[in-house]
């Protein structure tokens, strides 16, 4: 089982819809927990950090379920400018950083 | 303030020969990773500098590839006899240090990649 596994997609949603991407970790250990955002031929960037009590950034929402070991991301009202790949991104912290890169998701917003 | 520089940002080599890539991280950043990521692929982790700690290897696919670092500055990785399946654009990520930190502190910056074709 990979470390960290997410859908590849591509997700095809049209403008303003909801779009709720899951990525699944198998380490229990694992202790942070982020998203990022990687458009085409560009290097990642941070999009959230994901928070054990859940946290929103306006139209994103990122939510931790320990026991079910998953992480999501919720975005609203979907915009063009979101179309990009969702990497899920998982930390073991343990004297060092030990970090694991999901193989992303793919999202193609649709006029 | 200055982010994670790479150079060059292109390399065509041909197959066979040595290749040196480097990065810059950011100033006060003790955390430095090189990942690989092949067209339409997801990133896969090669080596992890920390500081003085030994780095980790464990992500590198084979002894054609190196990585050093001097002290908590410039990382170079160099690929030895380049084979066709080592294209890929090659990135550099670089953080603070975890221990004592908020998570937010653990955010990589990456570099804007060295593209390598090997023909």
């Known amino acids: 089982r990979k470390e960290v596994e997410q859908d590849p997609g591509p997700f095809n949603v049209p403008e303003g819809a ?18 990022y955002r990687q458009d085409c031929r560009k290097e990642p960037k941070l999009l959230m950090s994901v928070y054990s009590s859940g946290n929103e950034d306006g139209r ?15 975005i609203r009202d979907s915009k063009l400018s979101d179309s990009a790949t969702y990497l899920c991104v998982v930390n073991v912290v343990g004297g060092y950083q030990k970090v694991t890169f999901g193989i992303g998701t793919k999202l193609q917003v649709i006029p | 303030g200055a982010g994670v520089s790479q150079s060059p940002s292109n390399k065509v080599t041909e197959k066979g020969k040595d290749v040196e890539l480097r990065c810059d991280p950011i100033s006060g950043h003790t955390a430095l990773y090189w990942y690989r990521q092949r067209l339409g692929q997801g990133l896969e982790f090669l080596i992890y500098f920390q500081g003085n700690s030994a780095p980790d290897k464990s992500g590198l696919p084979s002894d054609r590839f190196s990585a050093e670092r001097t002290g908590e500055s410039v ?14 654009v090659y990135l550099c990520a670089s953080s603070f240090p975890t221990s ?6 653990n955010e990589q910056f ?9 023909l």
């Open chain 2, 100 to 105: 004592g930190r908020t998570q937010a502190r």
């Open chain 1, 60 to 74: 994103f929402t990122a939510q931790l379920n320990r026991a079910s070991q998953y992480i999501s991301l919720l």
């Open chain 1, 18 to 35: 909801t779009v709720a991407f899951n990525c699944t970790y198998s380490n229990s250990a694992s202790q942070s927990f982020f998203w």
């Open chain 2, 75 to 88: 990382s170079t990785l160099t690929i030895q006899r380049t084979q066709q399946e080592d294209s890929a």
């Open chain 2, 110 to 118: 990456f570099g804007p990649g060295t593209r390598l074709t090997v």
